[in-house]
Protein backbone atom coordinates (compact mmCIF):
# COMPACT_ATOMS: atom_id res chain seq x y z
CA UNK A 1 0.00 0.00 0.00
CA UNK A 2 0.93 3.03 -1.10
CA UNK A 3 0.87 6.23 1.85
CA UNK A 4 0.89 8.84 -0.72
CA UNK A 5 -2.03 7.76 -2.75
CA UNK A 6 -5.31 7.80 -0.44
CA UNK A 7 -8.41 6.13 -1.70
CA UNK A 8 -11.33 7.97 -0.04
CA UNK A 9 -14.93 5.89 -1.07
CA UNK A 10 -18.47 7.63 -0.24
CA UNK A 11 -21.60 5.23 -0.75
CA UNK A 12 -24.74 6.58 -2.48
CA UNK A 13 -23.55 10.05 -3.52
CA UNK A 14 -25.80 12.20 -5.58
CA UNK A 15 -24.28 14.50 -8.25
CA UNK A 16 -26.29 16.01 -10.64
CA UNK A 17 -25.66 15.29 -14.69
CA UNK A 18 -24.57 18.32 -15.63
CA UNK A 19 -21.53 17.94 -13.04
CA UNK A 20 -19.89 14.93 -14.91
CA UNK A 21 -16.38 16.28 -16.76
CA UNK A 22 -15.83 13.04 -18.38
CA UNK A 23 -15.94 9.28 -19.05
CA UNK A 24 -13.61 6.20 -18.64
CA UNK A 25 -15.19 3.76 -21.10
CA UNK A 26 -16.05 3.91 -24.37
CA UNK A 27 -15.31 2.40 -27.75
CA UNK A 28 -14.45 5.99 -29.00
CA UNK A 29 -11.09 7.40 -28.66
CA UNK A 30 -11.88 9.64 -25.11
CA UNK A 31 -8.46 11.15 -24.94
CA UNK A 32 -9.54 13.03 -28.12
CA UNK A 33 -11.69 14.99 -26.57
CA UNK A 34 -11.55 18.10 -24.01
CA UNK A 35 -14.98 18.05 -23.25
CA UNK A 36 -18.31 15.88 -23.61
CA UNK A 37 -19.83 18.64 -25.35
CA UNK A 38 -17.02 17.85 -28.47
CA UNK A 39 -17.45 13.98 -28.17
CA UNK A 40 -20.97 14.00 -28.50
CA UNK A 41 -20.61 16.66 -31.43
CA UNK A 42 -18.39 13.99 -33.23
CA UNK A 43 -19.10 10.85 -32.14
CA UNK A 44 -23.17 11.00 -32.32
CA UNK A 45 -24.49 14.29 -33.58
CA UNK A 46 -27.40 12.34 -34.70
CA UNK A 47 -28.34 12.06 -30.80
CA UNK A 48 -28.72 15.71 -30.43
CA UNK A 49 -30.35 16.66 -33.76
CA UNK A 50 -33.18 17.20 -31.39
CA UNK A 51 -32.95 19.31 -28.46
CA UNK A 52 -36.13 18.33 -26.52
CA UNK A 53 -37.37 16.53 -23.02
CA UNK A 54 -38.56 13.98 -25.15
CA UNK A 55 -35.30 13.44 -26.13
CA UNK A 56 -33.65 13.50 -22.79
CA UNK A 57 -35.80 10.79 -21.97
CA UNK A 58 -34.99 8.25 -24.81
CA UNK A 59 -31.35 9.24 -23.93
CA UNK A 60 -31.75 8.20 -20.42
CA UNK A 61 -33.81 5.41 -21.12
CA UNK A 62 -30.67 3.63 -22.16
CA UNK A 63 -30.09 0.13 -20.64
CA UNK A 64 -26.48 0.20 -20.26
CA UNK A 65 -26.46 3.32 -18.41
CA UNK A 66 -26.30 0.68 -15.37
CA UNK A 67 -26.48 3.84 -12.78
CA UNK A 68 -29.79 4.20 -13.60
CA UNK A 69 -31.27 0.61 -14.54
CA UNK A 70 -29.34 -1.10 -12.73
CA UNK A 71 -27.60 0.68 -9.64
CA UNK A 72 -27.90 -2.12 -7.65
CA UNK A 73 -25.91 -4.71 -9.71
CA UNK A 74 -23.79 -2.28 -11.31
CA UNK A 75 -19.62 -1.37 -10.50
CA UNK A 76 -20.52 1.51 -12.21
CA UNK A 77 -19.15 4.83 -9.89
CA UNK A 78 -17.87 8.58 -9.84
CA UNK A 79 -14.19 9.39 -9.66
CA UNK A 80 -12.69 12.22 -8.35
CA UNK A 81 -8.64 12.70 -8.88
CA UNK A 82 -8.09 14.60 -6.27
CA UNK A 83 -5.44 17.00 -8.57
CA UNK A 84 -7.94 17.39 -11.40
CA UNK A 85 -10.81 19.87 -11.13
CA UNK A 86 -13.19 17.55 -12.55
CA UNK A 87 -15.62 14.17 -11.88
CA UNK A 88 -15.78 11.75 -13.72
CA UNK A 89 -17.66 8.64 -14.06
CA UNK A 90 -16.36 5.22 -14.29
CA UNK A 91 -18.59 3.18 -16.49
CA UNK A 92 -18.89 0.09 -18.16
CA UNK A 93 -21.58 1.41 -20.80
CA UNK A 94 -23.93 3.83 -21.97
CA UNK A 95 -21.16 6.34 -22.85
CA UNK A 96 -22.45 7.83 -26.26
CA UNK A 97 -26.19 7.93 -24.33
CA UNK A 98 -25.38 9.56 -21.48
CA UNK A 99 -23.18 11.72 -22.83
CA UNK A 100 -26.26 12.99 -24.97
CA UNK A 101 -28.14 13.28 -22.23
CA UNK A 102 -25.94 15.55 -20.75
CA UNK A 103 -25.91 17.80 -23.72
CA UNK A 104 -28.98 18.10 -24.10
CA UNK A 105 -29.56 18.54 -20.18
CA UNK A 106 -27.99 21.69 -20.07
CA UNK A 107 -29.08 22.85 -22.94
CA UNK A 108 -32.37 22.58 -21.57
CA UNK A 109 -30.99 23.54 -17.73
CA UNK A 110 -32.82 20.05 -16.88
CA UNK A 111 -31.70 18.89 -13.35
CA UNK A 112 -30.59 14.99 -13.40
CA UNK A 113 -29.62 13.32 -10.58
CA UNK A 114 -27.75 10.19 -10.53
CA UNK A 115 -26.47 8.03 -7.78
CA UNK A 116 -23.60 6.03 -7.29
CA UNK A 117 -20.88 5.21 -5.21
CA UNK A 118 -17.77 7.96 -5.62
CA UNK A 119 -14.23 7.12 -5.02
CA UNK A 120 -11.53 9.74 -4.88
CA UNK A 121 -8.05 9.93 -5.22
CA UNK A 122 -5.84 11.57 -2.93
CA UNK A 123 -2.57 12.62 -1.94
CA UNK A 124 -1.08 13.00 1.29
CA UNK A 125 1.23 15.85 1.63
CA UNK A 126 2.61 14.72 4.85
CA UNK A 127 4.07 11.03 3.65
CA UNK A 128 4.68 12.95 0.01
CA UNK A 129 7.38 15.01 1.96
CA UNK A 130 8.88 11.78 3.50
CA UNK A 131 8.95 10.58 0.54
CA UNK A 132 11.02 13.53 -0.87
CA UNK A 133 13.28 13.42 1.76
CA UNK A 134 14.76 10.43 0.89
CA UNK A 135 13.95 9.39 -2.82
CA UNK A 136 13.90 11.07 -6.12
CA UNK A 137 12.43 9.98 -9.13
CA UNK A 138 12.36 10.17 -12.86
CA UNK A 139 9.95 9.24 -15.63
CA UNK A 140 12.02 8.15 -18.74
CA UNK A 141 10.67 6.78 -21.91
CA UNK A 142 10.76 2.46 -22.00
CA UNK A 143 14.59 1.32 -22.49
CA UNK A 144 16.18 4.76 -22.25
CA UNK A 145 18.67 3.03 -20.12
CA UNK A 146 18.97 -0.55 -21.18
CA UNK A 147 22.93 0.05 -21.74
CA UNK A 148 23.61 1.37 -18.66
CA UNK A 149 21.42 -0.86 -16.36
CA UNK A 150 24.55 -2.94 -16.26
CA UNK A 151 26.58 -0.20 -14.59
CA UNK A 152 24.20 0.61 -12.03
CA UNK A 153 23.89 -3.00 -11.29
CA UNK A 154 27.78 -2.76 -10.45
CA UNK A 155 28.44 0.21 -8.69
CA UNK A 156 27.00 1.29 -5.28
CA UNK A 157 24.45 3.57 -6.84
CA UNK A 158 21.33 2.66 -5.18
CA UNK A 159 17.84 2.49 -7.05
CA UNK A 160 14.49 0.62 -8.09
CA UNK A 161 13.31 0.54 -11.57
CA UNK A 162 9.55 0.10 -12.22
CA UNK A 163 8.11 -0.19 -15.44
CA UNK A 164 4.78 1.59 -15.98
CA UNK A 165 1.44 -0.17 -16.83
CA UNK A 166 1.33 0.15 -20.40
CA UNK A 167 5.26 -0.09 -20.81
CA UNK A 168 5.94 3.17 -22.81
CA UNK A 169 7.52 4.58 -19.85
CA UNK A 170 9.74 3.88 -16.77
CA UNK A 171 10.15 5.14 -13.26
CA UNK A 172 14.07 5.16 -11.51
CA UNK A 173 13.88 5.50 -7.86
CA UNK A 174 16.88 6.40 -6.45
CA UNK A 175 18.16 6.41 -2.65
CA UNK A 176 19.03 10.27 -1.66
CA UNK A 177 22.72 9.32 -0.78
CA UNK A 178 26.09 10.28 -0.48
CA UNK A 179 26.61 7.69 -3.36
CA UNK A 180 23.81 8.43 -5.55
CA UNK A 181 24.26 12.40 -5.37
CA UNK A 182 25.79 12.55 -8.54
CA UNK A 183 23.60 10.47 -10.60
CA UNK A 184 20.49 12.64 -9.12
CA UNK A 185 22.01 15.47 -10.20
CA UNK A 186 22.41 14.35 -14.17
CA UNK A 187 19.37 13.03 -14.10
CA UNK A 188 17.23 16.21 -12.89
CA UNK A 189 19.51 17.77 -15.41
CA UNK A 190 17.62 15.49 -18.54
CA UNK A 191 14.60 14.02 -17.62
CA UNK A 192 10.53 14.42 -15.71
CA UNK A 193 11.32 14.50 -12.16
CA UNK A 194 8.29 12.33 -10.76
CA UNK A 195 8.80 13.85 -7.37
CA UNK A 196 7.74 17.48 -8.85
CA UNK A 197 4.97 16.32 -10.64
CA UNK A 198 3.22 14.76 -7.49
CA UNK A 199 4.70 18.11 -5.50
CA UNK A 200 2.68 20.03 -8.65
CA UNK A 201 -0.68 17.73 -7.99
CA UNK A 202 -0.23 18.43 -4.09
CA UNK A 203 -0.33 21.98 -5.01
CA UNK A 204 -3.62 21.67 -7.43
CA UNK A 205 -5.33 19.55 -4.88
CA UNK A 206 -5.53 22.33 -2.05
CA UNK A 207 -7.13 24.56 -4.45
CA UNK A 208 -9.77 21.28 -6.52
CA UNK A 209 -13.44 22.90 -5.80
CA UNK A 210 -14.51 19.89 -7.19
CA UNK A 211 -13.20 18.24 -4.16
CA UNK A 212 -14.09 20.86 -1.63
CA UNK A 213 -17.42 20.69 -2.86
CA UNK A 214 -17.20 16.75 -1.93
CA UNK A 215 -15.44 17.35 1.82
CA UNK A 216 -18.16 20.26 2.69
CA UNK A 217 -20.69 17.26 2.05
CA UNK A 218 -19.03 14.60 4.01
CA UNK A 219 -17.84 17.14 6.88
CA UNK A 220 -16.77 13.91 9.12
CA UNK A 221 -13.69 13.73 7.36
Known amino acids: MN???????Y????????????????KSPLQEFQTIEAFVEKQ??????????????AMLAHREIRIIHSPNTSTDEFVV???????FISNTGGSHHLAAAHYIAKQLNYAVPLIANLRCYVLDEHYFKIFHQHYAAFVLPRAELDDAIQYFEQSNIRFIKLVERHKELEIFFFARS?????IISIFEEKYRSLNEMISWCVAKQAHNVVLQQILSKNSCL
Open 3 to 9: PIFETQI
Open 11 to 26: TQYQVDLSMLSGFSNS
Open 44 to 57: CPSYISEISAQRLE
Open 81 to 87: FAWLDKL
Open 178 to 182: TDNHK
